[in-house]
């Protein structure tokens, strides 16, 4: 069953066609990596994908639902999660109220219910903190609840921004380049992590450089480059597409 | 990254060193540019004299800039001791927290006891503004949606019991509940066209507003009657009695300033008030979690706007008469300075911010002029030495141990 259908999705920012008719499509439970060089459309698909730009024209469904359209929060609340590339964390918040805030769409106190603070509300908040040291343990940060996030080191940061996509309950999660910047040992622990979470029923798709985590876990992968998709397919095939091998290394290769 | 960082403040440096040619150049450009901008309407003289004015200060300036390195890192000395908010100067007095409160409300609540009718009458526009601040709070503190025309929303609750009051025959007690509703309810439609907008725009839109809404009422003579204002409103009734002496009054606004900071209190720390803190942080982090920013951005103006209107209200009923005088664009930036000076966010700091800012000039009044010269510098050199306020806004949840923060 597919969970995720992108036709024809087609971006321009005036003259630059950042994403030109790209189509593919996501089985639920799997891991889908998109790959291309720098500047090739990669972050702005998922952009497109989840309500934070609109895309020029194509369409996006998810769940058999067309998405296409939606505004941004209501894209999260049928489940598709994201994370950013440039980590975009609520700063000033604590470790643990990140990932409070991230249930948002999960709950519903309104201001009337958070003034009179009956029993429903207390139950809630309750359940949301619980559920937030659970998220925390998930990616290691329980240490760290009370912590100003931008007191944490970066790889923790990357690990945050992961809890706190986990913590809107998605089915769907995209990851902006979570490995980005890391080290060789905070890079495989990242891959053990996205794996935990396709383990724990998760789609994923995946923007990544570093080939190793791309063919070490990815099922499918697309590439794209200058905004088309020229190549999609399994690790094995990818390494052996001369399309690809031309786009990374140059026509002169 | 910090190195990266350091290396563009290498940059940065050597743009202004001294042997190169737009050190002694580009004061002059500028002040030339200034000088020409002015001749049309100033004529030769002047504008030759603005020139050399202006270029010999640029220099200066220039020149002095150099300094300014040096000058930072003795204020990064300085701004090190200052850098503790006054939770942690008071966490380290290891004052017992009950007796601080003990004597806090005893002296809170005997004020009228030994007070002077005039520093009674201070305290209760003390609490107006704990009130009107607390709402603005909201919106620029929690939100972070720069607001420069809050003062409109004042002026609506104030004008609302007003005309409610001397036109209808409105008591008090059923006048507030439709000053709170309209003002909250100007608050959204304010809200609607400006929230497209972010930062400075939103800022100079509802500057406007404000302004907007003080010359309507100064204009619309036939129900508010212009600048003359309007008068003869009736004070609060309570049991059956009017609220007539001072003392009363301060207790009646107590009371209303404790329900303002309780009820703000639980919404900041709930549901709704982590997510407009996460909007002020980043909007698009917060969209992407699923917060809805527009209808979040919606409440907060319309939830700050509402304790605009309560202190409106509140404050007609105190005197007796309303005039457009009160609401002008000055007054916002008083109410902005309070939030500010108390700590952007937070709800004691706030309150401290107000009680400040309203008793400070009464006792600069012996130095008149030079008051307001006086309480300017003092906020600009807090704004340079702790620009966060003196306080640090409070954690949003219950389980706020702050041994790591
Ligand atoms: N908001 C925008 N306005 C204008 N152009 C944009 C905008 N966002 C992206 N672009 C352009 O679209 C193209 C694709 O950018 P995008 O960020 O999607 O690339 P990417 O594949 O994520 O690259 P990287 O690997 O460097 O992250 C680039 O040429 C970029 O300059
Ligand atoms: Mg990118």
Request: proline content about 4%; charged content about 20%; hydrophobic content about 50%.
């Amino acid at each position: 069953m597919y969970l995720l259908e992108v036709r024809d999705l087609t971006k321009h920012f005036g003259g630059i066609r950042a994403i030109e008719e790209v189509r593919f499509r996501v089985r639920e439970g799997s891991i889908t990596s998109i790959i291309g060089p720098n500047g090739a459309g990669k972050t702005t698909l998922f952009n497109c994908l989840t309500g934070i730009t609109q895309p020029t024209k194509g369409r996006v469904s998810f769940l058999d639902t067309e998405i296409t359209g939606f505004r941004s929060s209501s894209i999260v609340k049928l489940g598709i999660a994201r994370t950013f590339q440039n980590i975009r964390l609520f700063k000033e918040m604590s470790v643990l109220e990140n990932i409070m805030v991230s249930q948002h769409c999960r709950t519903g106190a309104g201001l009337f219910a958070s003034i009179l603070r009956g029993n429903a509300f207390k139950k809630e908040e309750k359940i949301i903190e619980e559920k937030a040291l659970e998220y925390l343990e998930l990616v290691g940060l329980e240490d760290f609840a009370e912590t100003l996030s931008w007191n944490l080191p970066y790889g923790s940061q990357k690990r945050l921004e992961i809890a706190r996509a986990i913590a809107t309950e998605p089915r769907l999660m995209l990851l902006d380049e979570p490995t980005a910047g890391m080290n060789p040992q905070e890079t495989s622990e990242m891959m053990e992590l996205i794996k935990k979470l396709q383990e724990l029923g998760k789609t994923i798709i995946l923007i990544e450089h570093d080939m190793k985590v791309v063919m070490g876990i990815s099922e499918n992968i697309v590439v794209l480059d200058h905004g088309v998709k020229i190549a999609e397919g399994t690790p094995g095939e990818i390494r052996k597409n001369p399309l690809v091998i031309e786009a990374y290394l140059g026509k002169e290769h | 990254m910090t190195e990266q960082r350091a290396e563009s403040k290498e940059q940065r440096a050597k743009n202004t060193d001294k042997k190169s040619p737009g050190f002694v150049l580009r004061p002059l450009i500028i002040a030339l540019w200034l000088a020409l901008l002015f001749l049309p309407f100033r004529g030769i003289k002047d504008a030759l004299i603005l020139f050399v004015m202006l270029s010999i200060l640029l220099f200066i300036f220039r020149a002095l800039s150099g300094y300014a390195k040096t000058l930072t890192e003795k204020f990064n000395g300085i701004r090190q001791s200052v850098n503790i908010s006054l939770e942690t100067v008071y966490a380290r007095s290891k004052i017992p927290q009950f007796v601080t409160y003990l004597l806090l409300f005893g002296f809170i609540l005997s004020v009228p006891f030994f007070a002077k009718d005039y520093f009674i009458d201070v305290l209760i526009l003390a609490g107006i503004y704990v009130i009107l601040a607390q709402g603005l709070n909201v919106v620029v503190g929690f939100a972070g949606l720069l607001n420069l025309g809050f003062v409109a929303f004042y002026a609506i609750g104030a004008y609302s019991y007003a005309l409610l009051n001397t036109k209808m025959g409105l008591g008090f007690w059923s006048a507030l509940p439709l000053s709170v509703v309209l003002a909250s309810f100007s608050g959204f439609l304010l809200a609607v066209p400006a929230l497209r907008l972010k930062g400075d725009y939103l800022a100079i839109v509802t500057l406007g507003f404000g302004e907007i809404v003080r010359l309507v009422l100064n204009n619309w003579d036939s129900v508010t009657k212009g600048p003359n204002g309007i008068g003869g409103i009736e004070p609060p009734y309570l049991f059956g009695m009017p609220l007539g002496r001072l003392s009363y009054y301060y207790y009646f606004i107590l009371a209303f300033v404790a329900l303002t900071v309780f009820m703000v209190r639980r919404v900041y720390k709930s549901r709704t008030g982590r997510a407009w803190v996460a909007i002020r942080e980043d909007e698009i982090a917060s969209s992407s979690i699923g917060i809805n920013t527009t209808a979040y951005k919606l409440y907060a103006f319309a939830f700050g706007a509402f304790w605009a209107g309560a202190a409106g209200a509140l404050f007609a009923a105190k005197m007796q008469f309303v005039s457009p005088e009160s609401f002008t664009f000055m007054e916002s930036v008083l109410i902005l300075s309070m939030v500010i000076l108390g700590g952007l966010g937070s709800i004691p700091g706030v309150i401290l911010g107000a009680v400040i800012l309203v008793i400070l000039p009464e006792m600069l009044r012996e130095i008149q002029l030079y008051r307001m010269l006086a309480l300017g510098s003092g906020l600009v050199l807090l704004m340079i030495f702790r620009p966060q306020g003196l306080f640090r806004p409070g954690r949003l949840s219950r389980l706020a141990g702050r041994a790591n923060l």
